[in-house]
């Protein structure tokens, strides 16, 4: 059977100095389709609040002081990266302290992995099988003890704040102070339309997949998605990292996505499309958009 060549246009920015998404489809393909994944960055990314981090992690992470912070809450791969540009300019005891005794609650593997990466004890990394913001609140209700201190929350400046708002208005024995710290902003990066447009020409008349990683993402997505989703035969197909994701595509283009990612990682969006395709084929014009 002749392979196909299966463009998949990943809109994000590609993660260094590894990227998963690339390493798993280029190492997985599909029974007679392997995959050429493209990156096309949708946001750019400026750290801000740095200095205030850098104070925040040498002042109030002692475990001997009822004052400071019980842990972290990280969400976002560009958090990690905010935090790893300050964690190696600490003074080598206070980062020692941070690293072995900070109990970190994150969302999803890749996150958890980047911070691991970093030095963070495995076994106080929590929650990255926890999938969304939701999970990863009643997970830290559950799990946090007696919860005596706040918890500082590393985010950015465009942000759903469930976690904060469903720890802080539990129940009042449950109720866990929660503090945001913006580490970094977002803003579009402006060549993102040109590039989008022209990686869907260059697939031609190769049937192709589009992954939308936020909503966000789906907001600057949706001029070029319009123009170009002409009928769900068209031969592009759209997969959403999760739920939330496609309710916000589905809120702005009136379209579902062909797959939504079980868990946000590699290997479940590769089922997903696996699957998908399995059901449908991959021809171009054979696969038709179900809401089944």
């Not at 400046?157 to 970094?184: F, G, H, M, Q, W």
């Not at 079980?262 to 991959?282: H, N, S």
């Amino acid at each position: 059977m002749e392979t196909k060549n299966v463009p998949i246009l990943f809109l994000k920015t590609r993660s260094q100095p590894h990227e998963q998404y690339y390493e798993y489809f280029t190492s997985n393909p599909l029974d007679d389709a392997v995959f050429e994944p493209v990156f096309i960055p949708v946001l750019k990314h400026h750290r801000v609040n740095l200095d205030n981090l850098k104070t925040h992690l040498l002042t109030k992470f002692d475990p001997t002081d009822p004052h400071s912070y019980g842990g972290l809450i990280i969400t976002s791969q560009r958090t990690v990266e905010a935090l790893s540009s300050i964690i190696t300019t600490l003074p080598p005891t206070a980062l020692q302290n941070l690293l072995a005794n900070t109990k970190v609650w994150v969302v999803g593997p890749a996150t958890g992995s980047a911070l691991a990466g970093l030095g963070f004890t495995a076994s106080n990394i929590l929650g990255q099988d926890a999938g969304n913001g939701e999970a990863l609140a009643e997970l830290i209700l559950e799990s946090y003890g007696s919860r005596p201190k706040p918890l500082l929350f590393l985010a950015g400046e465009t942000r759903r704040d469930v976690i904060p708002k469903t720890l802080s208005t539990a129940p009042e024995e449950r109720n866990i102070v929660v503090e945001t710290l913006t580490v970094y902003e977002t803003i579009v990066d402006e060549e993102f339309e040109t590039k989008f447009e022209k990686a869907i020409e260059e697939t031609g008349d190769t049937n192709s997949w589009i992954v939308l990683f936020s909503p966000a993402g789906a907001d600057v997505a949706v001029d070029v998605l319009t123009k170009r989703l002409t009928s769900p035969s068209s031969g592009l197909y759209l997969a959403a990292i999760g739920p939330t994701t496609e309710k916000h595509l589905i809120d702005k283009l009136s379209r579902k996505s062909d797959v939504v990612a079980e868990k946000p990682t590699p290997q479940w969006l590769w089922e997903g499309i696996r699957a998908f395709t399995q059901r449908y084929g991959v021809e171009r014009g054979d696969v038709m958009a179900s809401d089944d």
